[in-house]
């Protein structure tokens, strides 16, 4: 059974982690493995999730009645020295991390929950489909973020060098990157902040509105762009197991989803 954990705190490092999750009887044995993933470990770009794994073996007293609640802590003291010692520092540990492979379930943990909480609460429809969305997106997110590790990249980088590359002149004011990309404006400064100390992108003065600045990619921004797009695509973004009409009609179902949310009109 896996449960995600996040952390408000700006920490380079997570020495001990913290989890509370409710499970069946049918799951309890007298000592299990709980895995727990650490979202935004640090300081990650928008729209980056880091994954950590970390274990704990806790010891659960018999009987154990259904719906029994497992409360675990894990210290996992190996992982500050990994993260320092790690080229590339932790965002490159634990992407790897979360690269790691991992046998597949004899049944849908999703679908089980849903039935559960329908016996128990309610409908489970929405839940099912929010859930299997996030979990969807750990996946995605885990398989991009592994093709454009050797680029240097993460995928909100990426984006912002798609971005300028189908603008007409191949720049931008930092303004609009921030409402196309649908990113608050001190995202779309860091992530710019990364891209020119790389030498992918620079920085012009806006030829007729002095409080503005262009962001431009640069010759070898495009070089190093048309390479990581090849490794993107090699893998289909990471999208198995559908068709490209089922893709299409992902795409339109979701899209719903964002314009109920003000995405767009």
């Not at 993933?37 to 659960?60: E, H, K, M, Q």
């Not at 680029?151 to 004011?173: D, N, Q």
């Not at 973004?237 to 795409?251: D, K, M, R």
């Amino acid at each position: 059974m896996s449960t995600r954990l996040t952390r408000g705190a700006r920490a380079c490092t997570a020495s001990t982690a913290f989890l509370i999750t409710a499970i069946p009887s049918s799951q309890v044995s007298a000592s299990m493995v709980v895995n727990i993933d650490v979202v935004s470990l640090g300081r990650p770009d928008a729209r980056t999730t880091l994954i950590a794994s970390a274990t704990t073996s806790p010891t659960l007293s018999e009987p154990v009645p259904a719906g029994a609640t497992l409360n675990a802590k894990s210290m996992p003291s190996s992982l500050p020295h990994r993260l320092a010692a790690t080229r590339g520092g932790p965002r490159a540990l634990l992407a790897s991390l979360a690269m790691a492979p991992r046998n597949p379930l004899p049944f849908d943990p999703i679908m089980r929950a849903a039935e559960l909480w329908d016996e128990r609460i309610g409908p489970a429809v929405t839940m099912a489909a929010v859930t299997s969305v996030m979990r969807v997106q750990q996946i995605l997110l885990s398989a991009v973020d592994g093709a454009l590790r050797p680029h240097g990249l993460t995928f909100a980088r990426y984006e912002a060098l798609v971005l300028l590359m189908f603008s007409r002149a191949g720049k931008l004011p930092m303004r609009v990157m921030g409402e196309r990309l649908q990113l608050h404006p001190t995202s779309v400064t860091n992530i710019v902040d990364r891209l020119e100390a790389d030498g992918l992108v620079r920085r012009t003065p806006h030829p007729t509105d002095r409080r503005a600045t262009l962001v431009e990619i640069t010759d070898a921004g495009s070089v190093l762009l048309d390479a990581a797009t090849a490794s993107v695509t090699g893998i289909r973004f990471g999208l198995g197991g559908l068709t490209p009409e089922q893709e299409t009609h992902l795409t339109e179902l979701l899209g719903q989803v964002r314009r109920a949310a003000g995405d767009f009109l």
